[in-house]
T-cell receptor
Framework: DSGVTQTPKHLITATGQRVTLRCSPR?????VYWYQQSLDQGLQFLIQ???????AKGNILERFSAQQFPDLHSELNLSSLELGDSALYFC???????????????FGAGTRLSVL | QQQVKQSPQSLIVQKGGISIINCAYE??????FPWYQQFPGKGPALLIA?????SEKKEGRFTISFNKSAKQFSLHIMDSQPGDSATYFC????????????FGPGTRLSVLP
C-alpha cells in the first residue's frame, strides 16, 4: 500500500458528462501529480500541484482541470467527456517539490474511467 | 527530444532466466532514470533508479546498466521469478527542481513457472 488513496476505483459515465476524481496524498506529502494511462498513449503526465499551487503542466486538455485543497487532497475534474478520455487516471504524491532522487513519487491505485 | 523509447513491448522468460528491458532517450539534459514496476490493478511503484555518474546500479536481483554516450539504459532482472510478472516502465527527468518524468511506453513481462 503506497499510502496514496484514490476514489472512486471505477467510474462509468456518458459522453458530454463531467466527473471528479479525488486523491488523498500520503501523510506529509506536499506534492500531488496526476497522470493518464491509456493503452495507446502509455503514462502521460497531466499536472502537478505543490502545497496548493499549480507547479507544472503536461499534456492536460483544456476540458480538464485540477486543484489542491488546504488539506492537501486534490481533485481532477474532467468535463465534456469524450470516448477517448476512457483511461486509468493515477495520482501520485511526493514529500517535496520537483522530481529527483531524494523525492520519491508514490502512486495510488488509480481510477478507471469508462466513457460510454 | 522529450521521448523515451522502450523495448521490447512484451517479454516472456522462463523462471530462473534473465529478463532484459532496454530504454533510449534523446534529451541529454536528462540525468535521473528511474524504473517503475506495475502489477495489474495497481499503480506504478519505484523499483530502482540511477543517475549518470555511475554505469551500473544493483539492488538484489535488479540491475540498471547505463551507457551515457549511447544515451541508453537497461534493466536486468536476474533469476526471474513468476512474481516478477508485471509491466515495467523506464522514465527520465532532469534531477532538478520542478521537472517531470517522461515515461517509456512500458514492457509487459511474463515469467513462466
Amino acid at each position: 500500500d503506497s499510502g496514496v488513496t484514490q476514489t472512486p476505483k471505477h467510474l462509468i459515465t456518458a459522453t458530454g458528462q463531467r466527473v471528479t476524481l479525488r486523491c488523498s496524498p500520503r501523510s506529509g506529502d506536499l506534492s500531488v501529480y496526476w497522470y493518464q494511462q491509456s493503452l495507446d498513449q502509455g503514462l502521460q503526465f497531466l499536472i502537478q500541484y505543490y502545497n496548493g499551487e499549480e507547479r507544472a503542466k503536461g499534456n492536460i486538455l483544456e476540458r480538464f482541470s485540477a486543484q489542491q485543497f488546504p488539506d492537501l487532497h486534490s481533485e481532477l475534474n474532467l468535463s465534456s467527456l469524450e470516448l477517448g478520455d476512457s483511461a486509468l487516471y493515477f495520482c501520485a504524491s511526493s514529500p517535496r517539490e520537483g522530481l529527483y532522487h531524494k523525492n520519491i513519487q508514490y502512486f495510488g491505485a488509480g481510477t478507471r474511467l469508462s466513457v460510454l | 527530444q522529450q521521448q523515451v523509447k522502450q523495448s521490447p513491448q512484451s517479454l516472456i522468460v522462463q523462471k530462473g532466466g534473465i529478463s532484459i528491458i532496454n530504454c533510449a532517450y534523446e534529451n541529454t539534459a536528462f540525468d535521473y532514470f528511474p524504473w517503475y514496476q506495475q502489477f495489474p490493478g495497481k499503480g506504478p511503484a519505484l523499483l530502482i533508479a540511477i543517475r549518470p555518474d555511475v554505469s551500473e546500479k544493483k539492488e538484489g536481483r535488479f540491475t540498471i546498466s547505463f551507457n551515457k554516450s549511447a544515451k541508453q539504459f537497461s534493466l536486468h532482472i536476474m533469476d526471474s521469478q513468476p512474481g516478477d510478472s508485471a509491466t515495467y516502465f523506464c522514465a527520465a527527468t532532469r534531477d532538478n527542481y520542478g521537472q517531470n518524468f517522461v515515461f517509456g511506453p512500458g514492457t509487459r513481462l511474463s515469467v513462466l513457472p
